[in-house]
């Protein structure tokens, strides 16, 4: 369980510095004390019901915030999850979402 902890730690904090590397600014991170995902709140403009769609013609899977929504809410949200290793193609993955989502802003 200890090593898991230290793994987890270790993933977020490489999520952590590639949304604040490859995502818009503007955008913001709500990392929980426990668990593998992390909410990110993005920028105004950015709808991240299309950005799954932009994102899965890329070969990337987020999850947006309206499927966690009754309602259809938190457009603007997305949860992305830590919990496997850290390997280049989530570097990239992690950066095709980003500069998606800095496109869909100016295009907005």
Do not use: C
């Not at 818009?24 to 991240?48: C, K, N, Q, S």
């Not at 915030?65 to 457009?75: E, K, Q």
């Amino acid at each position: 369980l200890r090593k898991l902890r230290r793994n987890l730690a270790a993933h977020q904090a490489q999520m952590l510095a590639a949304v604040q590397t490859y995502f818009p600014d503007g955008t913001e991170v709500f990392a929980p004390h426990g668990g593998y995902f992390l909410w990110i709140e993005l920028p105004p403009r950015v709808d991240t019901m299309h950005l799954f769609d932009d994102a899965m013609e890329n070969g990337v899977s987020i999850a947006p915030g309206p499927i966690f929504s009754a309602t259809g809410g938190f457009r603007r949200y997305l949860r992305l999850n830590y919990g496997r290793p850290w390997t280049p193609a989530v570097e990239h993955a992690m950066e095709t979402i980003g500069t998606l989502a800095a496109r869909q802003r100016q295009d907005g």
